[in-house]
């Protein structure tokens, strides 16, 4: 057991097996409220990606906002390298790919669902009407791809720079690692009402 933890990959591997040996055993019961297997195994577990999706995503935003940001000044000079040059990208590879991972999986299902345009119009086919849900969790969408927006278009070509992964002037540096901060703050502030609107919908309007 001690070398199937040890290993990330294979310990993420025999999870995810298990995961869909979970999904296989209760898919077929006969009061499965799914309806269909097609619906089980397409609706179902592409939700169960965008949730790990998001998880990562988020998560991972909340590691930097509420520990790195917040822990660098306190870090002797000499130790900050091993931040910026190994635990940094690694940890800005999974943020940002994990993102798109989120924002994929979040657009398949509100497409398979049927509920894709209603809700990035904000109902505006039934002016605008709150009484479906659609302006709720569109809402909830539209945070998410500004999140995403930010991620890729302004904090990761930030960071980059920051962490010297791209060719810039020095004094760019301390100018570059102030703007990614203040959009991964953005991004945390806004996380907690895009949560809301993607958590409660359902529990709201069923």
């Known amino acids: 057991m001690g070398a199937l933890l040890s290993n990330f990959r294979n310990t993420f591997i025999v999870s995810a097996v298990l995961a869909i040996l979970l999904i296989a055993v209760f898919a077929g019961q006969p009061n499965n409220t799914s309806g269909n297997m097609h619906e089980l195994m397409g609706h179902a577990a592409m939700r169960w990606l965008h949730v790990f999706f998001g998880i990562l995503w988020i998560g991972l935003l909340y590691y930097f906002n509420f520990v790195q940001i917040r822990t660098m000044p306190k ?17 800005l590879f999974w943020f940002r790919w994990a993102a798109v991972g989120t ?17 990035l119009t904000l109902n505006a086919a039934n002016g605008f009407a709150l009484d479906d849900g659609s302006v709720f969790i569109g809402i909830g969408m539209w945070l998410a791809i500004i999140m995403f927006l930010n ?22 540096k301390p100018r570059a690692a102030r703007t990614a901060m ?11 009402p895009m949560l809301v609107a993607m958590t409660m919908r359902q529990t709201m309007w069923g």
Do not use: C, H
Request: charged letters at 15%; aromatic letters at 8%; a neutral charge.
């Open 182 to 192: 203040l959009f991964s703050r953005t991004n945390m502030l806004l996380s907690l």
């Open 151 to 172: 991620v890729w278009l302004v904090i990761w070509p930030n960071q980059k720079i920051a962490l010297g992964l791209a060719e810039a002037p020095a004094e760019a």
């Open 103 to 119: 924002l994929v999986t979040g657009i398949l299902i509100a497409w398979a669902r049927g509920y894709l345009v209603s809700s």
């Open 75 to 91: 870090i002797p000079d000499e130790l900050k390298p091993a931040i910026g040059k190994f635990i940094a990208p690694e940890a």
